[in-house]
């Protein structure tokens, strides 16, 4: 959360010329509500079943796309058969500030209401961090990098 995903799939679309989907925004078009109201209104569980109902389309629909996933998306049972799972890493403090020191600073954070409680998000961060390595295909770190770095560094791995 926070680390750039989908503004790198934008710009690494916009340079290859590639298509790009946003598993969250899939949700929330098919549902006609935020993340945070399905959260609210039926729980991490429905919203869990709608990241495999999500993943199972898009295993059996799209090709050639760029996927960026939410945070849990790790929990579906064929993520594996989705393409090659790339890990944009960076440590918890810095996807912190940069959070904090972007200009549209409080709409981040606000899109991100785990934020709020920051200690509950590190924890969050840290449970998950290996999770995610392991499922890894590609790890990028993008610390200390501009976007266009990652996006080279990204089109030398996957291309």
């Not at 995903?5 to 946003?22: E, H, L, P, V, W």
């Not at 594996?80 to 440590?91: C, F, P, Q």
């Not at 020191?101 to 969050?124: G, H, I, M, V």
């Not at 290996?130 to 990204?154: C, G, Q, R």
Request: with cysteine; proline share 1%.
């Amino acid at each position: 959360m926070g680390v750039g995903k989908g503004t790198t799939a934008r710009a690494f679309s916009k340079k290859y010329n590639a298509y790009n989907i946003d598993t969250d925004d899939l949700i929330e078009s098919k549902e006609n509500r935020k993340v945070k109201k399905i959260f609210a209104q039926d729980g991490e569980d429905y919203f869990r079943a709608l990241e495999q109902e999500t993943a199972n389309w898009i295993e059996e629909s799209v090709t050639n796309t760029l996927i960026s996933c939410g945070g849990g998306f790790y929990k579906i049972n064929n993520l594996s058969k989705l393409g090659t799972v790339v890990l944009l890493d960076a440590s918890f403090q810095w996807i912190y500030n940069g959070l904090l020191n972007a200009s549209n600073s409080k709409n981040k954070l606000k899109k991100r209401p785990l934020f709020a409680q920051l200690d509950r998000a590190e924890e969050l961060y840290n449970e998950r961090k290996k999770i995610y390595h392991d499922l890894a295909d590609i790890v990028i770190s993008v610390e200390n990098k501009t976007l266009d770095e990652v996006i080279e560094e990204l089109s030398r791995k996957v291309l």
